[in-house]
């Protein structure tokens, strides 16, 4: 499939003759034309044509949305998406499970990281709020954040991302981006749709069953050295943190409140 062409919506019929349709893929190759193997963050990876072209296709509640399909190389598809609850700016989902990761009514999710956003004309800086910027974005290009001109609230900084976006928010776990990380470990900051307004930092310490190299009061997790903890014990963790494990074969530790088990 040629890079941004749009992957067509089939009649009944059509994708009935289709042995592939709706069916689990990992590769192109696995998906008759013109379907698409496309990743559904609600479901899983499955061999898909488009499910709409406009809006009166959809529930009430949701509208027809174009998204990239990456495994194309960056070929288009239409989706019935959610209509929800964040605004211009904050963290989102491409495919929502629910209203609390979908934009508003005239948002649509965009960039790498995922921002409600609106449309706009590259070269015309007007066409975005202040506060935002015009990025050349897939499929279409849209106003994302940035607050590197106007600066942050009091207990706020501007965190960079991907894109040339920037957004004002509180960290938790050590401030890497004003002090390095000690033997040179690398600095990850991570945002959450369902935390604006927060970061989790972390100075990567690599680590895994054969090499367990963690310092004094750290366990190896998920190939990450993180913090132990007793989760009997009240409070164990940093704000920002608790004490959990990803599964019952792996040890207690601070995760960050980005991750719940369950």
């Known amino acids: 499939m040629e890079p941004e062409s749009l992957v067509p919506m089939l009649d009944y019929d059509a994708r009935m003759r289709r042995a592939t349709y709706h069916q ?9 034309a013109p379907l698409v193997c496309f990743h559904d963050g609600r479901f899983r990876s499955y061999c ?22 990456p495994r194309t190389g960056g070929g288009l598809i239409r989706l019935c998406l959610l209509v929800g609850i964040r605004h211009e700016g904050q963290r989102c989902l491409r495919t929502p499970f629910d209203v ?3 934009c508003t009514e005239g948002l649509e999710c965009r960039g790498r990281d995922g921002y409600c956003a609106r449309p706009c004309t590259p070269g015309q800086p007007e066409s975005c709020p202040d506060g935002f910027f015009c990025a050349d974005v897939k ?18 900084r501007c965190i960079p991302f991907k894109e040339g976006t920037s957004i004002c928010a509180s960290i938790y776990g050590p401030n890497c981006l004003d002090t390095p990380c000690p033997d040179g470990r690398k600095c990850e900051v991570v945002s959450n749709s369902e935390f604006p307004g927060k970061v989790w930092a972390e100075c990567i310490q690599r680590c895994s069953a054969t090499n367990p190299a963690c310092g004094e009061g750290q366990v190896c997790d998920h ?6 903890c007793d989760p009997n014990e009240p409070n164990p963790c940093a704000e920002g943190y608790h004490c959990d494990r990803r599964s019952e074969k792996l040890p207690w530790s601070c ?8």
């Open 24 to 32: 689990t893929c990992s590769e192109q190759t696995e998906c008759e």
């Open 48 to 69: 898909s044509d488009s499910a709409c072209t406009t809006d009166s296709q959809c529930p009430e509640d949701q509208r027809c949305r174009t998204v990239i399909a």
């Open 255 to 262: 995760q960050p409140d980005t991750w719940r088990g369950g």
């Open 223 to 228: 190939y990450h050295c993180l913090q132990a």
């Open 139 to 156: 499929p279409t290009p849209a106003c994302l954040p940035t607050c590197e001109k106007r600066g942050c609230p009091q207990g706020e």
């Open 100 to 102: 609390t990761a979908a």
